[in-house]
Structure formats: structure tokens, C-alpha cells
């Protein structure tokens, strides 16, 4: 079956620091993958996505790739900001499933 | 810009009352789910429907039971609350996939606190 796997936290970092949240995969078939950010006292937000190997997704600095050969989609930000505090959940979907495969999430802190 | 809404956005209740958590959705999607989510923040889906008439159990085991009478509208109810039932509730809409909707919008979440 389909899971992911992510990178446990919280993770804590200091304002403008790189960010790396790992994520892994393992699915049948050919997965398109996502991830989500969620906001203290909100429901999860589309952060980017990647639908095919090699694709790159991109959003608010943000950044993915789907890498095939290591069934890999780590999320990396250049630069944090104390509004990037979140948790980031990472997820894949397959056409057999129909549905979403949710990672357990990761929270990050980020600090001034 | 997603519109998705759950009403109550919080809500406290006593043993053994019966409750229905809203969902609605304007944007014409045939796929509706409900999630739970522990204070682990782990997400564990326990309801879905593909449209209208169609209701199907998640990942889960739920006492919660669901309804699709219409299109825009999800309902959760427990007929009977109970501690254990004590969780966000998230509702989520998206495209059929068959269309490339991949992507599920989510509502603001239910938090529920059963005393």
C-alpha cells in the first residue's frame, strides 16, 4: 500500500535559517505529490505539488522535488520567517487509491 | 480562493448528546471527506463520499456516521458523544481525480470537547 514518511519534529529554527523537512514514499503505481501547511487553529492549506519526476513545485519561497529515484519530495525554504510557524504535512495520491496518503507532519517553530 | 466552511468552529457537549458537525462546500465537488486529527496532529481519514448518494467508511473506525443528500453538503453526527470523541474534525472537498483534481481544499476544522 501507499505511505508516507516524514521527518519527525518540532523543529526549531532561528528567523532566516534554511529549512529541510525530509519526506519519503512508497507507492504503487505513479504517485503526484503535495504538501500541505496548517496554521494554528486552521484546516490544512495546498502548500505546492509535483505530479511527475523531476517536476519542481514552488510557493511563497518554498520548494520540492519530486525525486523519483530516491521516492523523495523534501520541502526547503532559503530563508524562514516566524510566519512560516506551521505544521507541514506531506502527502501523495494514486488514481488506484483515489485518495490522499497523509505524512504525520512535522512542526516547525521558527524563532526571532 | 477555496470555499469550504464547518460550522460549529468549536464546540463543548456533555457524555451521551447528540451532535452533527456541518460541511459545505460551493464549488460543485463531487469528493467530500472527513478527517480526524489527534493532538499528535496525525490526520486519520474516517468518512468519504465520491457524490451524491455515496458514502463510504476511511481508514479509521468511526462511531460517526455521514450523509450526502446533496452535492455542497456533508454532515457528520454521533448519535451518542462520548470523551474518546474528543478531536479536530476536518472537512475536505476536491475534484474527480479523472478531471486532474488531485488537490483537496480543506474547511477551518471542528474542535470538539466532549466533557
Known amino acids: 500500500g501507499n505511505s508516507v514518511t516524514q521527518m519527525e519534529g518540532p523543529v526549531t529554527l532561528s528567523e532566516e535559517a534554511f529549512l529541510t523537512i525530509n519526506c519519503t514514499y512508497t507507492a504503487t503505481g505513479y504517485p503526484s505529490l503535495f504538501w500541505y501547511v496548517q496554521y494554528p487553529g486552521e484546516g490544512l492549506q495546498l502548500l505546492l505539488k509535483?505530479?511527475?519526476?523531476?517536476d519542481k513545485g514552488s510557493n511563497k519561497g518554498f520548494e520540492a522535488t519530486y525525486r523519483k529515484e530516491t521516492t523523495s519530495f523534501h520541502l526547503e525554504k532559503g530563508s524562514v520567517q516566524v510566519s512560516d510557524s506551521a505544521v507541514y504535512f506531506c502527502a501523495l495520491f494514486t488514481g488506484t487509491a483515489s485518495k490522499l496518503t497523509f505524512g504525520t507532519g512535522t512542526r516547525l517553530q521558527v524563532t526571532l | 480562493e477555496a470555499d469550504i466552511y464547518q460550522t460549529p468552529r468549536y464546540l463543548v457537549i456533555g457524555t451521551g448528546k447528540k451532535i452533527t458537525l456541518e460541511c459545505s462546500q460551493t464549488m460543485g465537488h463531487d469528493k467530500m471527506y472527513w478527517y480526524q486529527q489527534d493532538p499528535g496532529m496525525e490526520l486519520h481519514l474516517i468518512h468519504y463520499s465520491y457524490g451524491v448518494n455515496s458514502t463510504e467508511k476511511g481508514d479509521l473506525s468511526s462511531e460517526s456516521t455521514v450523509s450526502r443528500i446533496r452535492t455542497e453538503h456533508f454532515p457528520l453526527t454521533l448519535e451518542s458523544a462520548r470523551p474518546s470523541h474528543t478531536s479536530q474534525y476536518l472537512c475536505a472537498s476536491s475534484e474527480d481525480h479523472l478531471a486532474g483534481g488531485y488537490e483537496q481544499y480543506f474547511g477551518p476544522g471542528t474542535r470538539l470537547t466532549v466533557t
Open positions: 509535483a505530479t511527475k519526476a523531476d
